[in-house]
């Protein structure tokens, strides 16, 4: 696989917002053109319309990364209606080359490209091993996706751990969770570990506080902007406890899937629920609970646990990807829209 030609525009699509930047040379900056909300226009090709007329140049290819299982050259997105039909979206407009990844596809990718000011150690900073590296992260929905490193090629491996099962961990998750909704009977760690998880989460909660749940907040940044307020007053204490549970959860899920992959390089958290939430979380705590897996709890001490604060370098993988396609093992021949 050569070079895809420039310029490329470069595309992280969510349930909720979609981001577009242009990388007009190989190895150039990636400078944003576009963001929308992705429930707020019909389809992406007229997302990918906008992205293009508001360039300062026509791109060439396109790489795109969506929040969506990815068959061969499309998706339709887990959350959202959008469909991606890769040589239908490269015939309209006149595009020499594209690729749609998984969205933790292009995340793990992004592990292979990380500059040290691109992460922020959670708790006591462990060096990196040789191993596997992880991405998670808690949004619209609750990505996953690993990194190896084949003969100097960076392998990706996108999953959907969002819908492996949750279960109650102690005597207060066990009063609350009957309260949770269910997904054909269980409770995934989708229900819990995602923004809407936690208005599902805090909504459960309610009752313990003497609340009724239509009148408690209802959107993760008034759940957060609660929590931070720090009162004593029942509603604070309501928000606390969620966000509290929310990121023990978390943590604990994190530890568990480190062990998955023995991810010695790294397990790094992304994402618009981690943003918010950062500045709640007891990063000794979060620690203390990611390395409580007994019998194998020196394995998890030697796991980095790290945070993505920024997705900029999503869109920076992406361009290097299309700048030197070489460098990681895609199956190009199946999933690259042009022969």
Known sequence: MTAFPHPVLVADVGGTNARFALAETPGGPVVPVSRVATKGIASAEEAIARAIEAAPVRPASIVICAACPVIG?????????????????????????????????????????????????????????????????????????????????????????????????????????????????????????????????????????????????????????????GGEDAASRHCAASVRIFLDHLARFAGDMGLVLAATGGVHLRGGVMSSLAPLMDPQRFRALFDDKAPV????????????????????????????????????????WVG
């Open 73 to 229: 050259r499309g998706g339709t997105l887990t959350n959202a209606t959008w469909s991606f039909d890769g040589e239908a979206i490269a015939r309209r407009f006149g595009l020499a080359q594209g690729l749609l990844l998984n969205d933790f596809e292009a995340a793990a990718l992004a592990l292979s490209v990380l500059e040290p000011d691109d992460v922020e150690p959670i708790g006591a900073s462990v060096a990196p091993g040789s191993g596997a590296k992880l991405v998670l992260g808690p949004g619209t929905g609750l990505g996953m996706a690993g990194l190896v490193v084949v003969d100097g090629r960076a392998l990706p491996m996108p999953g959907e751990a969002g819908h492996v099962a949750l279960g109650p961990l102690d005597e207060t998750d066990a009063e609350f969770w009957p309260r949770l909704p269910r997904v054909g009977g269980r409770v995934t760690a989708e229900t819990v570990l995602c923004g809407p998880g936690l208005v599902r989460l805090h909504h459960a909660l309610a009752p313990a506080f003497g609340r009724a749940v239509e009148a408690v907040e209802a959107d993760p940044p008034s759940v957060a902007a609660c929590a931070a307020r």
């Open 297 to 336: 709890v020196a394995l998890a001490r030697t796991i980095p646990l790290l945070r993505l604060p920024s997705d900029a370098v999503v869109m920076r993988a992406m361009a290097s990807l299309a700048a030197a396609p070489e460098r990681f093992v895609i199956d190009y021949g199946r999933r690259a």
